[in-house]
């Protein structure tokens, strides 16, 4: 016994296992210290600091949207309640102030303007009528337009209403259901004649305060200051009578007990606004459970002692005879870690070894098959090094060849490559059933991979498991990618065949068809066209489209020529070779000086390599409209710079009782009658002609209720031929003539 106890092994094995048993009793003694109440109420602690967190979190976001409001209230235009007009000019530059500032907080959905005996509602998404705006665009079954029409008639202060589900439509068409809480401003003291709706998004709002990280069970009411629920997380939990039970501490906190439920209630130092967080219960019969779990404590620790000690005579043997084998059993020290350093140091050298063999071995092969394909006479000596792998190359009587390549989207793109080793395994597994398979990386994301055929019916197997890997893996593994594989034919399994069958691949890129749906290019069924459509006459004219600034038109001309092109199934060398000559013909009229030749230089080496590495059709066709687009943009340049919204307002206000013809404004803008139009509508969310209409008929109501003018004389004046055309117009937006008009404003 003393020689047993003499070896350090055996007090390692009991040292060991005395520990787990230190361990265990540390652990159990302080989960008896404490106990579930202990734990409970450090749980409970906590919940109470979570809360006030929250509440801070409410109070922060309710004073943010009432700042919010009184921001509005600050805003310019605000008519007196006695003009029933409506300045539209103003009301979109109220409706621009609405969206910055709806933008500028996240839960903010929209803000809803409106004036007392106006329909007109201003919101951040625009203008509406009132009704149709909570009629179709917020729906509900209680917040009616009526509803906020009667509201906002009563005296009230500002009021936070309940979560409630709208259906919400963007489009007048589709409705879906949206959680908002509406906020509404007081009437009691009037800051402006503006009525202000706040909506705000429940998500983003519950999002931001975090409910979640309550005691698990806990929910929160919350009530305003006339103790109307605002937010509820336990639809059953009403306050009933339980705030006449509550008197608040000078903290504004009070706690109540019912039952296997707890309340703790707390008031807002910033609106008086109540929270009743209600949490289960301390447990019960804690002694009990406490007394248990130190009988079982105790017991626990016995039986691990003395098994402790039987385990460390046990094992006292092998742990010998192991380190025997690792060459230590006659040395002092820690028996366990040269046991576990000469286990690791073999794993490692295993590791290194295989790691090594098997690289060694890729590289070998990698390099004969590249030797295979380079197109120069075989030695004798490579015959002699393909001896040994000459099976692993030729495993069948007959063979096909496959390459597959991979490249971004984009030059540039951020995607991470997917590495050589994936794919490798990815084309082994997908050709696999098809024949025996080796596949070797050729650099540049190209691999080309040799399948090993007995029959010649093995070939249409192979196209099929390689066009079924190419569509799954391009949604799949390497979505995003862009990817062409080719096949080549059927060859006698030799040597020689090797570069054939490679050179066949490279045809394949050239002569494939363009606008091929094919998943992978059959290089048997390439077939030769010998022309393409290349007509002079429409180059010239899309040349000369583009010089006078018509860019639609010419992307239009251009579709049509590559269309017809595509048509003939032209090959994809064919194609690059038009666009190539397009290229050139559509540069050679926009080179002015020095500064401009550099810069089609770069053009067209950025163009003709993007061209000549395109996968397809469309690759090619959005290289080129680029160009075009680029030479549009070019011509336009000058004219674009003029286009600012300011000056275009300010130009209309002064201008208005002049002929403004559209065409009188794009050339004063140095652009194109079409483009201003389109940029005026984009801009100003308006036609230019209605924008014209709407700024002449405003100041004509102004002469006919201000003036003693005539009818014809304030037609003329405001910029119309004459007082028929005046009084039509006049009539189509306002429903009555000018004559009525002013009978009914001055009368």
């Not at 439509?169 to 409705?175: E, F, N, Q, V």
């Not at 249409?460 to 979505?479: C, G, N, Q, Y």
């Amino acid at each position: 016994m003393n020689r047993l106890m003499a070896s350090r092994g055996l007090l390692q094995i009991f040292c060991a296992l005395l520990l787990v048993i230190v361990i265990m009793f540390i652990a159990n003694y302080i989960v008896y210290k404490n106990s579930i109440s202990g734990i409970y109420e450090k749980v409970t602690q906590n919940n109470r600091l979570v809360v006030q967190n929250i509440i801070q979190s409410f109070d922060s976001s309710f004073a943010t949207v009432n700042n919010l409001i009184f921001s509005v209230h600050g805003l310019p235009y605000d008519p007196a309640a006695e003009d029933k007009t409506i300045d539209m000019a103003k009301v979109y530059t109220l409706q621009e102030h609405l969206a910055r500032l709806a933008s500028s907080i996240d839960y903010v959905e929209d803000i809803i303007v409106f004036y007392d005996g106006q329909e007109l509602a201003v919101t951040a998404k625009g203008t509406s009528d009132f009704s149709v705006l909570f009629d179709k665009k917020y729906k509900h079954d209680t917040y009616t337009p009526n509803y906020w029409k009667m509201f906002m008639n009563a005296k009230h202060a500002l009021t936070f209403f309940p979560i409630a589900d709208f259906a919400v439509s963007t489009d007048g068409l589709t409705r879906r259901s949206q959680q908002l809480m509406v906020v509404m401003d007081g009437n009691k003291v009037r800051l402006s004649n503006k009525n202000v709706m706040v909506l705000l998004n429940a998500e983003k709002l519950l999002k931001q305060i975090d409910l979640k990280s309550m005691i698990p069970g806990a929910s929160l009411l919350v009530l305003d200051a006339n103790r109307n629920v605002v937010l509820s997380t336990d639809p059953k939990q009403e306050p009933g009578e339980l705030l006449n039970e509550v008197y608040f501490s000078p903290e504004k906190e009070a706690t109540l007990t019912r039952k296997n439920v707890e309340y703790h209630f707390y008031k807002s130092e910033y609106n008086d606004f109540i929270y009743i967080n209600k949490v289960p219960y301390q447990f019960q019969n804690i002694n009990s459970v406490g007394n248990a779990n130190y009988l079982i404590m105790m017991s626990a620790i016995i039986c691990a002692v003395l098994l402790s000690a039987f385990l460390s005579v046990y094992l006292y043997r092998p742990v010998k005879d192991i380190l025997k084998l690792f060459g230590g059993g006659q040395l002092k020290g820690n028996d366990f870690r040269k046991i576990y350093s000469g286990i690791v140091k073999v794993q490692t050298e295993n590791e290194t070894l295989k790691e090594q063999i098997r690289f060694a071995d890729q590289e070998l092969r990698r390099s004969l098959f590249l030797q295979m394909l380079d197109g120069y006479t075989h030695t004798r000596e490579l015959e002699m090094q393909l001896q040994p792998v000459y099976e692993f190359f030729f495993p069948e009587r007959q063979f096909v060849m496959a390459a597959v390549q991979i490249k971004p989207p984009v030059e540039g793109d951020s995607r991470q490559e997917p590495r050589v080793e994936a794919i490798t395994a990815m084309l082994e597994d997908a050709l696999g059933e098809a024949g025996r398979v080796a596949v070797f990386y050729t650099g540049g994301l190209q691999f080309t991979v040799m399948v090993g055929i007995s029959q010649p019916s093995g070939r249409r197997a192979v196209l099929d498991k390689l066009e079924s890997w190419m569509k799954r893996a391009a949604k799949e593994e390497l979505a995003g990618f862009v990817l062409w594989a080719g096949l080549s034919r059927l060859y006698e399994s030799k040597v020689s065949s090797c570069q054939e069958a490679y050179q066949d691949l490279q045809n394949g890129r050239d002569y494939r068809n363009i606008d091929s749906a094919c998943a992978v290019v059959d290089l048997e069924n390439i077939r030769y066209v010998p022309a393409i459509q290349f007509s002079f006459e429409k180059m010239e004219k899309l040349s000369n489209t583009l010089l006078s600034g018509k860019t639609d038109e010419a992307l239009s001309l251009l579709e049509n020529l590559f269309e017809e092109n595509a048509e003939r199934g032209v090959h994809h060398y064919q194609f690059a070779h038009l666009a190539k000559s397009l290229f050139f013909h559509l540069m050679k009229p926009n080179e002015q000086g020095a500064a401009d030749s550099k810069e089609s230089l770069q053009l067209e080496m950025a163009f003709c390599r993007r061209v000549d590495q395109a996968y397809s059709r469309a690759e090619v066709m959005e290289a080129l409209k680029e160009i075009v687009r680029f030479i549009g943009n070019k011509r336009l340049q000058e004219g674009k710079s003029k286009l600012n919204p300011e000056f275009i307002n300010q130009y209309i206000e002064l201008h208005y009782m002049e002929n403004l013809y559209l065409d009188h404004m794009a050339e004063l803008l140095n652009t194109s009658p079409k483009y201003f139009s389109n940029y005026f509508k984009k801009t100003f969310g308006v036609g230019y002609v209605d924008y014209l209409n709407k700024v002449r008929l405003s100041h004509a109501r102004e002469f006919l209720r201000h003036s003693e003018m005539s009818v014809a004389e304030i037609g003329e004046k405001t910029g119309y031929l004459n007082a028929s055309t005046f009084t039509t117009t006049f009539k189509k937006y306002y429903g009555i003539s000018p004559s009525e008009f002013r009978k009914k404003t001055v009368g």
